[in-house]
């Protein structure tokens, strides 16, 4: 922690030296600062939770920047910012904490910086962990701790080891964690690394406590919160979790007064550190107790507020949260609710049971399998017994025969099992991945429509029709994730029928069916999801920028649309109108961000623009497929 306290004292001065203390970073300022003094005020603003959206600006931006530089050592400082910035404030995925910090780890191999790269691989293992890939994370993380033992660094290597206890304690082996766990705490004690110490109890806490050693468990709670109390006072969140964790032994042992305790506790010290609307989630734990103590109006207003914390943070696929809740009001009366929120509960696991069919046929075929090659190997083994008692001139032929098969057989099934969990994962993957796409779908439609509630009770009309605007992009969007998840290739879209589905509902929006036409005038194209954004945003602004200034009596009027691959790898789109065309001279309408927004999507990909208006508008694009992919 001392480290990090210095480490934001050199940042501030940093910004103070970089810009003048009345000056805020923002989208323009920060095109001509100093790279080093744009990554100092990210340091210092990463972690305070406010003007999320202006910090990743900001930081995508420097991103950007730092990119052109092609200086390895600063674009991988940038990624690592960002990550962790992500992994601080929730924010976005955790794919995107997983892309950064793999992006970091690429750059910092470059340099061959062997202290950064054991460091980013243990928290990549982190990364990893959060988005269950544990075969990745556990791979990440004896990585590390090989380059740690090389380079002689106990403070990495005690933290490799506290993180492979976490691994294994979501691996559900407690066991495995609680070892390794005891194995990191003397050489975290030793560096005199008190946070990571008392971190590390958490996996003791959660461990004992499935193994039922509740006094274990107590203990390292206890010591937790010492090591805290008087050599890390500085931690805010360690106590809040130390506090959960202990009341969940306590549920476990059916000591409710005590867990309550805790769980209180841990609400109060979050809702003292980041004020209670962050914290609202620990409500649940709260309501939990008192369902069990049969406190059912209590139990109703945590368990209630911290689901709807739960909601708003987009955590909408819990089962116990929901089914508690429908407990509560069956026990008050409210049937109506108890119902609803049970119906939830329950489709909340279908899906989840939906999503392991795949392992559980896989595992079954398995053992299937295995089940076979056990018959046939005892087949064999009798044969060649009974073999060895009648033809004793053959017994050398018939052991290098059976051994011959057994191999045979052994390597086949084998590979057979092998190419089976292959497919069953890659069928998970692709289940899980349509399943990611189809939510994004969800929550875009969800903020078109309450764009579209706002521009609804707008009257004035600059900003009614930015509003209008705004839903045609978040659509787009939404179009392209719904094309992901109905088709059969998961990686691209197939550019002509997103076209004509994007054609279709901005000509609505805009109530101009009868009066204007959309043609796609070009053969199927696929392109990867990478790509097909920015251009989708791009036809968009085109098409909305059409319809709004091109036809300006209303009359009939034609919009082409058409998107080739070139024989020397560029993608070449043309966006073409026969209204009025522009006048030299005359100022352009509107508030120019549509412009600006294509203008920037261009350089995303690298592209170059070209505006004629002779019988119309017509503006035409050249990308570069290798930067765009």
């Not at 691989?121 to 269950?132: E, G, K, M």
């Not at 492979?164 to 964690?177: A, I, N």
């Not at 705004?470 to 992901?484: A, D, E, F, T, Y």
């Not at 082409?560 to 073409?576: E, G, H």
Request: aromatic residues 8%.
């Amino acid at each position: 922690m001392i480290k990090t306290i210095i480490t934001s004292l050199v940042a501030c001065f940093l910004i103070c030296t970089g810009f003048s203390q009345n000056t805020t970073l923002n989208l323009e300022n920060a095109k001509t600062v100093p790279i080093d003094s744009c990554m100092s005020w990210m340091r210092t603003h990463a972690y305070t939770g406010k003007d999320l959206d202006h910090f990743h600006s900001i930081a995508l931006q420097t991103l950007q920047r730092s990119l052109k530089t092609k200086n390895a050592k600063l674009i991988a400082e940038v990624h690592e910012e960002i990550a962790n910035w992500h992994g601080y404030n929730g924010t976005f995925s955790p794919d995107s904490i997983v892309h950064h910090s793999e992006k970091a780890l690429e750059n910092y191999i470059k340099i061959d910086d062997k202290k950064k790269i054991a460091d980013t691989y243990r928290t990549l293992s982190i990364d990893y962990l959060n988005v269950r890939e544990l075969d990745k994370a556990q791979d990440a993380l004896f990585k590390a701790i090989h380059l740690y033992e090389a380079m002689d660094d106990e403070a990495g290597l005690g933290t490799s080891y506290r993180s492979l206890g976490v691994l294994y304690e979501v691996m559900e082996e407690p066991e495995k964690s609680i070892e390794y766990i005891n194995k990191a705490i003397p050489i975290l004690e030793k560096t005199k690394n008190y946070a990571s110490v008392a971190i590390a109890q958490f996996s003791l806490i959660k461990g004992y406590g499935e193994l039922g050693e509740f006094e274990k468990a107590y203990k390292a709670a206890d010591y937790c919160l010492e090591i805290i109390r008087s050599k890390a006072s500085e931690e805010i969140f360690i106590p809040v979790r130390a506090h959960s964790y202990r009341g969940e032994v306590y549920v476990k042992a059916k000591d409710y007064d005590n867990a309550l305790k805790d769980f209180i506790k841990a609400w109060e010290l979050c809702s003292a550190n980041i004020g209670e609307e962050r914290c609202a989630t620990y409500e649940t734990e709260i309501g939990q107790v008192y369902l069990l103590q049969n406190e059912y109006e209590k139990a109703l207003k945590h368990l209630y507020a911290g689901v709807m914390a739960y909601e708003k943070k987009g955590s909408n696929t819990m089962i116990t949260q929901y089914q508690d809740l429908a407990e509560c009001y069956e026990k008050l009366g409210d049937f109506k609710n108890a119902l609803h929120y049970r119906n939830i509960a329950y489709n909340n696991k279908i899906d989840n049971l939906e999503a392991k069919i795949e392992n559980i046929e896989a595992e079954t075929i398995v053992k299937y399998e295995t089940d076979k090659k056990d018959e046939a190997i005892a087949s064999q083994a009798a044969l060649i017994e009974q073999k060895t008692k009648t033809q004793n001139l053959f017994i050398a032929v018939a052991i290098l025969l059976g051994l011959l098969l057994l191999s045979l057989f052994y390597f086949f099934n084998k590979n057979k099992k092998a190419t089976k969990i292959i497919r069953a994962k890659n069928a998970e993957n692709e289940l899980l991945l349509k399943e990611i796409h189809h939510r994004v779908k969800n929550n875009l439609e969800m903020v078109k429509s309450l764009i579209a509630l706002q521009s609804a009770q707008i009257e004035e009309g600059a900003t009614r029709d930015a509003m209008i605007a705004s839903q045609n992009r978040v659509q787009s969007m939404g179009i392209i994730h719904q094309k992901l998840y109905q088709g059969e290739n998961l990686g691209s879209i197939e550019m002509k029928d997103y076209f004509i589905n994007l054609s279709e509902g901005i000509l609505d929006t805009f109530d101009a069916d009868d009066k204007v036409s959309i043609k796609c005038a070009m053969d199927n194209l696929n392109l990867d999801v990478d790509t097909a954004v920015p251009i989708g945003l791009i036809v968009n602004e085109l098409l909305t920028n059409a319809l709004k200034y091109a036809f300006p009596e209303k009359d009939n009027g034609e919009i082409s649309i058409s998107l080739k691959k070139t024989d020397n790898n560029l993608l070449k789109l043309i966006v073409a109108d026969n209204g009025v065309g522009k006048t030299k001279g005359l100022a352009p309408k509107g508030t120019g961000f549509g412009s600006q927004l294509v203008s920037l999507l261009t350089q995303q990909l690298n592209g170059k623009m070209v505006e004629k208006s002779e019988s119309g508008t017509l503006v035409e694009f050249v990308f570069s497929l290798d930067t765009a992919a």
